[in-house]
């Protein structure tokens, strides 16, 4: 019982994290109609920008320059490596975000060096409940993944410019019609993606306190699965693919037989949900017009 | 003064040429309307106007204002405004979603309230449906959605592109005579439509577009009458 309960609450705090990377791939693509995949590296970046400031000793200090040094580097990259590809073949963009992902991953390894660092945020603790011992950093993380939810659900839902998101995603050129500046609107875009990472680099630093070059790779293409699993292009599917991603890796994790095949698991519920389902859970299918 | 003149307007996709330098105006209080066969240009020659497709040379000005470069999303405020062929309405919006999409660029609440009443009496059946998703709607309550959201942001020109496409007999009649009520209320129009009898009756001037050329013009009755175009577009 004890194990099930603190498997389970590990779970959906790594879900979290992963359905706060997901949401970034997940809007960008809706908007944008492109794969970020230097998506993960953005919180890598924040990792580092954490680890820099905490020299000043001050978590919330860190957290705050991490969420905007990542905001502004989003938006520098969408404006320098993408905006002028907008309208070129999704081929050409994919190959620049991956070139984006090795260039950030090369500075960020000739500046810091290839050895990771330790970087202690802030120790939470634990608590007893219900007889388990659960980490408070991952009910901070439950807590706050509900929060952001919540706040994005209800911003794109009940906000102008939530609405106008939506406006672009399905037709860029009836958006364009009606005034709305979409190039401004994938800035936003890219701006929240980017915040998110920063959260989500944060609460993974608390889970594995370590920072290296390559930290952003394996929770980018784990939040990335979860984006496809979910339906790319849907809020609620990112968020219930990231949870279940979660879920599944730390149930998988806990059983002594399977635990060293998690990931081969976790990319395999990939595949079968492309096959069964290629839409994923909560995606829609486009009518294709001609 | 001309409310839009366009002048030599050329576009190409890659190397092929859509519009060879084409020339016409809209004079403020006309229903000017563009007809042509599939393929003559018409809707490369209504979004090239206001910029979602690029123009490789010609001048565009609206009010007096040079347009050429404007971007697409500057254009409305100015008081131009685009139902796009196809309808192209917000499928996943609902039908009152639509319509605040419609008045993006206007920022008195009190103004968009008035203009949401005008739309509701004008179009009951939409007032009856504002909370329904879009795209659930049928074919011509869509088209009616598509010209209120274009009519939110109170255009000087509304462009049609291709109103009657895939809607019932009776519904044309319908989108033409509510073309007509607006143009009675002093709205400009420029239409592009391939049912050519419904289009020049109705309007002021008309082109004739043939494969990225004007190659006649005149008022509607002219057009109506001339050979060419009862040959090629009337069934004459």
Redesign the interface.
């Known amino acids: 019982m004890e194990v099930i309960l603190s498997t389970l609450i590990n779970g959906l705090s790594l879900g979290g994290i992963y359905a706060m990377i997901a949401l970034g791939y997940t809007m960008v693509y809706g908007i944008a109609k492109m794969l970020n995949f230097a998506h993960g590296d953005i919180i890598m970046v924040g990792g580092y920008v954490i680890f820099v400031v905490m020299a000043t000793g001050n978590p919330l200090l860190a957290v705050a320059v991490a969420v905007i040094a990542c905001v502004i580097l989003g938006i520098t990259i969408e404006r320098v490596a993408y905006r002028p590809l907008r309208g070129a073949s999704p081929l050409a963009v994919l190959i620049t975000a991956i070139g984006v992902s090795y260039l950030l991953q090369s500075l960020a390894q000739i500046i810091f060096g290839s050895a990771p660092k330790m970087v202690t945020v802030y120790e939470f603790g634990s608590v007893q409940f219900l007889g388990a011992t659960v980490q408070v950093a991952s009910l901070v993380t439950m807590a706050v993944t509900v929060v952001v939810m919540a706040v994005l659900t209800l911003f794109v839902k009940y906000t ?1 410019l939530g ?2 998101m ?2 672009v995603s ?2 860029r ?10 190039n401004a609107i994938i800035t936003i875009t890219f701006a929240i993606g980017s915040s998110l990472a920063a959260l989500a680099g944060l609460f993974y630093l608390m889970k594995a306190p370590n920072v290296s070059f390559t930290m952003g790779a394996m929770p980018g293409i784990k939040a990335f699965t979860a984006a496809v699993i979910g339906g790319i292009g849907s809020i609620p599917g990112a968020m219930l693919g990231g949870i279940l991603l979660g879920v599944v890796e730390s149930i998988s994790y806990k059983i002594t037989a399977i635990a060293p095949y998690t990931d081969a698991i976790e990319f395999s519920i990939l595949i079968i949900i492309l096959l069964v389902r290629p839409t994923g859970f909560l995606g829609k299918k486009r009518r294709e ?1 001609v | 003064m001309a409310l839009l003149e366009v002048n030599n307007l050329e576009v190409y996709y890659g190397v092929i040429c859509a519009l060879k330098g084409i020339s016409f105006h809209v004079n403020e209080g006309e229903i000017v309307s563009l007809i042509g066969a599939n393929g003559a240009g018409k809707t490369t020659m209504m979004q090239s106007t206001v910029g979602i497709i690029p123009k490789r040379g010609g001048q565009v000005l609206f009010d007096g204002q040079d347009i050429t470069k404007t971007p697409c999303h500057k254009i409305v405020k100015l008081g131009m405004t685009q139902v796009p062929e196809g309808r192209r309405i917000f499928q996943e919006l609902t039908v009152y979603e639509n319509l605040m999409m419609g008045a993006y660029t206007m920022k008195d609440q009190q103004e968009f309230k008035t203009e949401l009443d005008k739309i509701y009496d004008l179009f009951p059946r939409l007032a009856e449906r504002r909370k329904q998703i879009a795209g659930t709607l049928s074919g011509g309550e869509q088209q009616m959605l598509a010209m209120s959201r274009a009519l939110m942001s109170k255009p000087k020109l509304l462009m049609l592109d291709e109103p009657s496409m895939g809607l019932a007999p009776i519904l044309v009649d319908q989108i033409f005579s509510i073309i007509k009520e607006l143009h009675a209320a002093g709205t400009t129009i420029l239409l592009v439509e391939q049912n050519a009898s419904k289009a020049l009756e109705i309007s002021d001037r008309a082109y004739v577009l043939e494969t990225g050329n004007i190659t006649l013009s005149g008022t509607g009755a002219e057009l109506m009458n001339s050979p060419e175009v009862q040959k090629a577009y009337l069934g004459g």
């Open positions: 102008r609405r106008a939506i406006a399905e037709d050129d009836a958006a364009q019609l009606m005034g709305i500046n979409v017009k």
